[in-house]
């Protein structure tokens, strides 16, 4: 398994290529941990270059996108390969995160949000200390 990481305003993205299986699914849980900079920030998998996740990377994944919506935001795979994909469907799994064709769409949805949220946040004006 080969991880790499990268950031955008508000966004973590991480590169998996390779297998996801109980021998690497534990490094891909400490590596998700260690990079992400803030836990309102939301997660992006470019998953296009994973070959294979059993139930322990799939575990690894729920966790993630769990602690993301606990904090406002979400976790968003993109270029899914069959395989994968239809463990994803079959297990479920892709009501709880979002699914993208490629990691440029998944960017551009997440930027959108991030904007949104922004607009709704200036909208509502100062809140008063109590």
Not at 5 to 26: F, K, M, N, Q, R
Not at 65 to 92: F, N, Q, Y
């Amino acid at each position: 398994m080969h991880l790499a990481s990268s950031y955008l305003p508000g966004i973590t993205v991480i590169t998996v290529a390779g297998e996801v299986d109980a021998t690497a699914s534990g490094h891909l849980e400490t590596y998700l941990d260690q990079v992400r900079r803030s836990l309102d920030e939301h997660l992006i998998i470019d998953a296009g270059r994973l070959a294979f996740l059993d139930s322990s990377g799939l575990s690894v994944l729920l966790a993630a996108a769990t602690l993301a919506r606990a904090h406002g935001v979400d976790v968003h795979l993109a270029g899914l390969r069959p395989t994968v994909a239809r463990l994803l469907e079959i297990t479920g799994t892709v009501e709880l995160v979002t699914v993208h064709d490629h990691v440029t769409r998944a960017v551009t949805v997440v930027e959108g949000l991030r904007d949104a949220r922004a607009d709704a946040l200036e909208a509502a004006g100062p809140t008063e200390a109590v």
